[in-house]
């Protein structure tokens, strides 16, 4: 008994379900035999001693319709009644070998059909035939002779034949039909045990769940939810199979870890407020410090930028009026302040617009790309002109975002290029865009100096410079800003570093989600496919290089925004914006 209350759940299920099934398989294999037995038993009775009595009474219609044809011709001595008598002699043949296949399985049966065929045949010979030679011999009076009581004792014992064979045929049916009602019975007590056993192992099944399972459980249950409650301390004891035993241990152990995990919680809780309280103080400290760099961007860009002009107007004054009057060395420290008070308010204008990204917000709107391209091509027109620079786009999206970043965004793109350009090269510009995944990639690609690809992350620092200033002049802030304003708007920006000439800048903006379903729904290509990349050429121009082209980067280096230096700031007075080509030179 003992070793019994030792099994697991699984052992005992799996023994009742074996004895269960084992006692099924049993009754179904009993099921089995008596089933086919009285499917035996009942083609006895519908395709074998049913068909057989049909045919016994066929046979003996066969037989009366010979006696009665040579009957006939003996009277009448007409061949044409002789005609039924050779129809029963072959439909007896036919009927008897029926009969034979019918009775394979039973020999008494087929004992007794010889009988009526010899009867039937001693009756031919001994009647039949000499009545019909007699006939045809020496007339119907003579035939009629040969018909005697004998002759009709011989064709009795032939009907005496076949009823006998009749009542075999019968008493063989019956006896398949006891067959079958006894077969049929014993089915029915098979199943009926079959059902006893179900309902029996249903029974104890159910009552083993109950004991085994249901009240151990229900009782753990019980355990787990004090526990659950906040009675950490309350030990959980199990009962039941071994399964749940174990799981009474592991639940228990789980709760002691919880109930040490939750005083240290407690504890970790307490540091946590306190480190709170600090962090509180840090943002209310850094909220006055915001307030204060508000108010130093103010200052500088109002208070600093006044004396600023006036040391920037005076030097200009010295410069002018008392150009050549001092010496050389005088001339070139009044050249020095005008050229550092320039620069000091450039810095000024950049930190300031750097400052302002994000901060002062009009909101996100719808923007168009190629207006936006417009107004670059509008607004670096000068410094183009200046250097005969080439800017080519291709068919740009629609992107939300502000406009004014945006139009900053891709001015400061341009007028690098521009700025950092080979010499004797003339410079070409081209901006592409295309659809990756659900961002808008954008590219801004020139035939310049290059960018090595150990300084590709070094140009978007905040006055980061590669070069010196009066090798290209700048504040070294213009990258920067680039990056602030692509981070805002939620892409990254970053140098290709494969192309094969010049620089490639690519940044990535989210696209409106219109455009995405389209490009999924699209059957001409997959949605990264570049979106109308193709640059309007004209007067046997060339189209710009397309962005995306990868070959390894030129010598030399590049950082910095737009510098009104390198040309006049100034509208353009023949040129096109906003159309797919901008050529000035």
């Not at 070998?97 to 008494?108: F, K, T």
């Not at 064979?165 to 019975?185: K, Y």
Request: hydrophobic share 40%.
């Amino acid at each position: 008994m003992t070793a019994v209350r030792d099994w697991t759940l699984r052992r005992r299920v799996v023994t009742l379900l074996v004895v269960v099934a084992v006692l099924l398989l049993g009754l179904a294999s009993g099921e089995v035999a008596l089933a086919a037995k009285n499917r035996s038993h009942i083609d006895a009775i519908l395709n074998k001693t049913g068909p057989l009595r049909v045919q016994a009474q066929e046979l003996l219609n066969a037989l009366l319709d010979q006696e009665t044809a040579v009957r006939g011709y003996a009277v009448s001595g007409n061949p044409a009644d002789l005609a039924p008598y050779d129809a029963g002699r072959k439909r007896e043949q036919d009927l008897v070998a029926s009969m034979h296949r019918l009775v394979a399985d039973y020999p008494e049966l087929r004992q007794e059909i010889r009988v009526v065929e010899e009867r039937a045949e001693v009756w031919r010979q001994a009647v039949a035939v000499p009545v019909v030679t007699t006939t045809d011999q020496s007339g119907t009076s003579a035939a009629q002779a040969l018909i005697t009581d004998q002759a009709r004792e011989q064709f009795n014992d032939v009907r005496d034949a076949l009823d006998h064979l009749q009542q075999e045929i019968f008493e063989t049916r019956q006896r398949s039909a006891a067959d079958v009602e006894r077969t049929s019975n014993l089915l029915v007590v098979l199943l009926i045990v079959a059902v006893g056993v179900v309902i029996v192992a249903g029974s104890m099944l159910l009552v083993s769940l109950d004991k085994m399972v249901i009240r151990p459980l229900t009782g753990l249950a019980d355990q787990v939810r004090e526990v659950a409650e906040g009675d950490y301390q309350h030990g959980i004891v199990g009962a039941g199979p071994p399964e749940f035993m174990r799981l009474a241990e592991d639940v228990d152990a789980m709760r002691r870890k919880i109930a040490k995990d939750l005083a240290e919680v407690r504890e970790a809780r307490e540091r946590i407020e306190w480190v709170n309280s600090q962090l509180q103080k840090q943002a209310e400290e850094l909220t006055r410090s915001n307030r204060d760099l508000e108010q130093f961007a103010y200052v500088a860009s109002h208070d600093l930028q006044e004396p600023l002009r006036k040391v920037a107007s005076f030097c200009q004054l010295l410069q002018r009026r008392y150009a050549g009057q001092l010496d050389e060395r005088a001339d070139q420290y009044i050249a020095f302040a005008v050229d550092g008070a320039q620069r000091m308010q450039r810095l000024i204008n950049d930190l300031l617009a750097f400052s302002r990204i994000g901060r002062l917000t009009t909101g996100f709107t719808e923007v168009d790309m190629n207006k936006v391209m417009g107004d670059v091509a509008g607004q670096t027109e000068a410094a183009r002109q200046y250097a005969d620079a080439e800017l080519t786009w291709g068919e740009l999206p629609v992107i939300r975002g502000e406009e004014p970043l945006l139009t900053n965004l891709l001015a400061n793109l341009v007028s690098n290029s521009v700025k950092f350009r080979r010499p004797d090269v003339p410079p070409k510009v081209h901006i592409s865009a295309r659809l990756v995944g659900d961002e808008w990639e954008i590219s801004c690609q020139d035939n310049g100096i290059g960018i090595e690809p150990e300084f590709a992350d070094k140009i978007f620092v905040i006055f980061q410079r590669l070069h010196a200033k009066d090798a290209y002049p700048g504040t070294g802030i213009g990258l920067a800003i680039v990056k602030k304003i692509v981070e805002y708007h939620g892409g990254r920006v970053w140098v290709d570093t494969d192309v094969e000439e010049g620089t490639a800048i690519r940044f990535t903006l989210p696209a409106l989600p219109e455009d995405v379903e389209a490009a999924a729904e699209s059957t001409d290509g997959p949605a990264d496919e570049p979106a109308a990349d193709e640059a309007v050429t004209g007067d046997g121009d060339e189209p710009a290089t397309e962005a995306g082209t990868a070959a390894p980067a030129q010598v030399g280096g590049r950082a910095d925004g737009p510098d009104p230096t390198d040309g006049p700031d100034r509208a353009p007075e023949d040129g096109r914006t906003g159309d797919m080509r901008e050529t000035v030179g």
